[in-house]
């Protein structure tokens, strides 16, 4: 059985990298909807579905951690000691993990660098470190996800293209994460397409799988699904 434990910053979060792994596990012929729970099984921390990010630096005190800050003697990107003592603290904990996915939005930083010198420099962790790094935020991955369904949606769809002077849905990695501050903030930009976070949540979970793929290629989606589904298919062995 796969133990898997994910990091991220909110329920959203948790709740794409869940789904989107459990459809990933039953794309292999042996795995179905009713036995995929003696697949694979999602590790809690202190009774939490999912390792608060936020509490990282907190979790490492207590255990006694200290990290360095230096990357190749240089300092690190954006997040690149954060994901470090990250790393670190999973390997602490004594969870039986064996695939480590953190959530995490980008907001256009240089975070995913961060995050790539931390993996490329962790030392003999006894588990697979995949990036669910939104580009963005979450919230661009159900607005690059959403597709009109009725004369309201496509009503809506064509306002918001005029006045943003570009397809959100085509270019959801363009949005920006400024809590509703700026006309392009992708939860702002998610409201006014699907009338609510929860549709637009929904309506991603029944898109296809390579659909997703296609139009999730610039903020971050695709690269999370096509980096995991190996690691996904090693540990499910050959059936």
């Known amino acids: 059985m796969i133990g ?19 459809r990933l ?7 179905e909807r009713e036995t995929l729970h003696a697949f694979r099984t999602w590790l809690q921390h202190e009774g939490r579905p999912y390792l608060e990010l936020k509490r990282i630096g907190t979790i490492a005190k207590q255990l006694g951690l200290r990290f360095r800050g230096k990357f190749d003697g240089e300092s690190g990107a954006d997040d690149a000691l954060s994901m470090r003592k990250l790393f670190g603290v999973v390997a602490e904990l004594g969870l039986p993990v064996q695939v480590l996915v953190v959530a995490r939005d980008v907001d256009t930083t240089d975070r995913r660098d961060g995050f790539e010198q931390a993996r490329s420099t962790c030392e003999r962790v006894p588990f697979a470190i995949v990036g669910a790094l939104a580009q963005p935020e979450a919230e661009s991955w159900l607005v690059c996800g959403w597709l009109p369904a009725n004369d309201r949606d496509r009503t809506a769809h064509q306002s918001i293209r005029q006045e943003l002077g570009f397809d959100p849905i085509a270019r959801s990695h363009d949005l920006t994460s400024t809590s509703g501050s700026s006309r392009k903030d992708a ?13 637009a949540e929904e309506h991603f979970h029944l898109r296809p799988l390579a659909e997703l793929e296609q139009v999730g290629a610039a903020n971050g ?10 690691v996904l298919r090693r540990l499910l062995g050959p059936g």
């Open 4 to 22: 898997l434990l994910v990091a991220a910053e909110d329920q959203l979060g948790y709740r794409l990298v869940t789904g989107l792994t459990d």
């Open 25 to 31: 596990c039953l794309e292999t012929d042996w795995v």
């Open 221 to 230: 989606l695709t690269r999370f699904l096509t980096e995991l589904r190996p």
């Open 187 to 199: 939860k702002q930009v998610l409201d006014q397409l699907a009338g609510s976070p929860a549709r």
